[in-house]
């Protein structure tokens, strides 16, 4: 809050980013809740993204981002189908890696899921040099976001 | 009735004016000091009002033609385009439009180009295409400018402005921030130069990525520049902040900004800290 204050608070979410780009052991995040814009990706930037079945994981609430784009905060639940937040939509579009099921009502087999995941995440991630582990990071982040061939001339 | 009374009244302001036969699109009012400017006056002076000497955002041209030495400006090949990948309907059409009406491809223009002889790797963003707002294409961009910097040993330069991550693009703008970070961090490694140039607004995602990470951070007077807005600070925190609170002058203050510069002193300023850098 009271960065929030000074407003640097920017600063600290590009600077925490930066530093975890720069870790040269493995990262594993997981998104266990609702995990949301620059904060969460700031504590997330990860060699593993996973996320919890019910997780959500976007770049604003629903509600925020309706009374951005439609200026109306109210078409929240329209804009949460929209705007592509649950586990499921993250795997397909190849942001995170892997969705752990969570058993209803059992939190100890819950608990093993995780575990199971983030021990043969460092089984594999192991493997690598740690100049590998960075430059896998890398190459994880530099392909996200597709796009396409345009054709436009720019005028002077 | 209503009706009758506007009739009474006759022709509008507007139109009286058109009467007067002054040229419809060419004047400009002072958003600070009101007074009406003749936009050509305005774009020979920087884009700064004679009157009153506020800063008007600046189109990626007049900029890119204010810092960079007449002729040398490269742009880097990379016609690129996003893929909607949030499937919005108006989405396409509102880019579309916004191409033809800004002749620009994108929010961020990135080449190299001289500053009083020196070569750089230069990106300029522009407020008039969607805030300035960061999508798959901007965060393509800049990774692709950081990584020609890498590549041909250049300081790398940023103008930002931008109100942040763009809504449009959900999930995936929100990693053009991560992406952005991720070649900063080799521009680091690579002991190169990068100076980010603030100007009003610098907003959201693009704060909170590659126009907080330079080596030195420079401001245009008065630029606002923040993550989240004032207000929303305010409502969150149920708490008023302080007087000036996010201007470029508050932020120096506090050390997150290394100089406020006059924009007629960029291009020079520029030049002695790439030298003094060399």
């Known amino acids: ?101 969570e058993p209803e009502g059992d939190f100890d087999k819950l608990a093993n899921n995780i575990k199971k995941e983030i021990i043969n995440s460092i089984k594999e991630l192991k493997k690598l040099s740690p100049k590998e582990i960075v430059e896998q990071r890398y190459n994880k982040y530099r392909q996200m976001g597709e796009y396409k061939k345009l054709d436009f001339k720019e005028k002077k | ?83 909607n990948p949030l ?12 191409r033809q009406k800004t002749s620009l491809e994108e929010a961020v223009a990135c080449g190299t180009g001289k500053i009083e002889g020196e070569n750089v790797v230069i990106c300029v963003m522009d407020s008039g295409f969607l805030m300035g707002s960061m999508g798959t294409v901007v965060g393509e961009k800049i990774t692709y400018a950081v990584e020609k910097a890498i590549k041909l040993k250049y300081p790398l330069i940023i103008f930002t402005v931008s109100g942040g991550a763009r809504m449009q693009e959900g999930i995936m703008s929100l990693m053009q921030m991560a992406k952005t970070t991720e070649a900063i961090s080799r521009l680091n ?10 100007t009003d607004p610098t907003y959201g995602g693009v704060t909170a990525s590659f126009a907080s990470l330079a080596d030195i951070i420079l401001a245009e007077p008065k630029a606002m520049i923040g993550f989240a807005g004032k207000r929303v600070i305010e409502q969150t925190i149920g708490e008023s902040l302080p007087e000036g609170f996010q201007t470029a002058e508050f932020l120096l203050e506090h050390g997150f900004i290394d100089k406020i510069v006059e924009r007629k002193e960029l291009k020079h300023t520029l030049y002695k800290l790439i030298k003094l850098n060399k």
């Not at chain 2, 139109?15 to 000091?33: A, L, Y």
């Not at chain 2, 490694?189 to 603030?198: C, E, H, P, T």
Request: hydrophobic content about 40%; some cysteine.
């Open chain 1, 1 to 101: 809050m009271l960065e929030q204050k000074k407003g640097d608070n920017g600063e600290a979410i590009a600077k925490s980013m930066l530093k975890m780009a720069e870790l040269k052991v493995p990262v594993i995040a997981i998104v266990i809740g609702e995990g949301s814009s620059g904060g969460a990706l700031a504590i997330s930037l990860g060699n593993k993204i996973f996320m919890l079945e019910n997780a959500v994981y976007s770049i604003l609430s629903p509600e925020g981002y309706a009374s951005i784009l439609w200026k109306d905060a109210s078409k929240a639940k329209e804009a949460a189908e929209k705007m592509k937040i649950t586990a499921k939509d993250l795997y397909d579009l190849k942001i995170i890696d892997k969705i752990i099921k």
């Open chain 2, 1 to 83: 009735m209503i009706v009758d009374k506007i009739k009474k009244r006759g022709p509008s302001p507007r139109k009286q004016v058109n009467n007067v036969d002054i040229q419809v699109g060419k004047w400009v009012s002072c958003t600070n000091c009101k007074e009406i400017l003749y936009k050509e006056d305005l774009k020979n002076n920087s884009n700064i009002c004679p009157n009153c000497g506020a800063y008007f955002r600046m189109h990626i041209n007049r900029r890119i033609e204010s810092i960079i030495d007449e002729g040398t400006y490269k742009r880097f090949n990379l016609n690129i385009d996003n893929i």
């Open chain 2, 87 to 98: 499937k919005l309907e108006d989405y396409p059409q509102k880019i579309d439009k916004l």
């Open chain 2, 189 to 198: 490694k690579a002991g190169l130069l990068y100076i980010s140039v603030l």
